[in-house]
Every structure is written in C-alpha cells, then in structure tokens.
C-alpha cells in the first residue's frame, strides 16, 4: 500500500493473464500465430483507493481506466465491475467535488 499526496491510499494487485479491451482490432485470441496483436488497452490488475480525508474507498479493474479514458466506458449499472462516474470524482476530488 502507498500513500499518495498524503490523502489517498493507494493499493495494486496484479493477477495473472491479460484483461483485454473489447474494441482492440485484433483480439490475442484470434491472432493468426506469428502475427502481431495491437490492443487498444489491456490491464493484468485491480486498484483500490481511499480517500483518508473524506473516509472514502473504491476499487476496479486496472482495464477500466482505459475504458473510462479511451471510450468514456464505465460498464453497465448491473456489473460488479462498474465504477460510479459521481463516487469516483468525489473519491478523487474532482470538479464539484474538489476541495
């Protein structure tokens, strides 16, 4: 775990395998052998973060930063990997919520 800026603490946990981004052109599964495989992103962990002023925590997959960044994709409301656009500016401070 590390503390970041002195408020947030920040904790990775890499896994085995690669989480690849559902709109990469070619998939590394379908890839012809030899062939090289472009992804748009890929993410091989899950991040949690806990903001220590607010009392604040979230966590997710580390593919859905990519996600959010690249697609403005943040899974659907039903999905345990969602990450709530609101909590997670309110977690990280940031328009309305910046301090």
Do not use: K
């Not at 408020?7 to 395998?17: A, E, I, M, N, P």
Request: proline share 7%.
């Amino acid at each position: 775990m590390t503390l970041v800026g002195g408020r947030y603490q920040v904790d990775v946990t890499l896994t085995l395998g690669v989480q690849e981004c559902p709109w990469s052109p070619i998939r590394v599964g379908d890839a012809p052998e030899g062939e090289l495989v472009r992804l748009c992103g890929g993410g091989s962990g899950d991040w949690w973060i806990r903001n220590l002023a607010r009392r604040e925590e979230l966590d997710g997959p580390e593919l859905i930063e990519h996600l959010i960044g690249e697609h403005g994709f943040f899974e659907g409301r039903e999905s345990p990997y969602r990450v709530d656009p609101e909590r997670l500016a309110r977690l990280l401070e940031l328009g309305p919520f910046a301090r």
